[in-house]
């Protein structure tokens, strides 16, 4: 990973954004297995239609310090 230390192991969240190319939103959700770009998700909760997978990516597991 880019920028990480050596030996040291950073946890990740996956994330996958659905979008609707009818109204043009875009949704964030945690990754499922099976997912893939271009994959068509689910129907869209504003106009109905077809959402497809945008994106995958992946951000650092951030721990709150108390």
Same mark, same amino acid.
């Given at each position: 990973?880019? $920028?990480? %230390?050596? $030996?040291?192991?950073? @946890?990740?969240?996956? #994330?996958?954004? %659905?979008?609707? %190319?009818?109204?043009?939103?875009?949704?964030?959700?945690? !990754?499922?297995? +099976?997912? !893939?770009? /271009?994959?068509?998700? $689910?129907?869209?909760?504003?106009? +109905?239609?077809?959402?497809? /997978?945008?994106? /995958? #990516?992946? %951000?650092?597991l951030? @721990?709150?310090q108390?």
């Amino acid at each position: 990973m880019m $920028g990480a %230390e050596l $030996g040291v192991e950073q @946890r990740q969240v996956v #994330y996958t954004i %659905e979008h609707c %190319e009818s109204c043009d939103i875009n949704s964030k959700r945690p !990754f499922v297995k +099976g997912d !893939f770009v /271009i994959k068509q998700s $689910g129907k869209c909760p504003k106009c +109905g239609k077809d959402m497809i /997978i945008w994106s /995958i #990516y992946a %951000e650092p597991l951030v @721990r709150s310090q108390q």
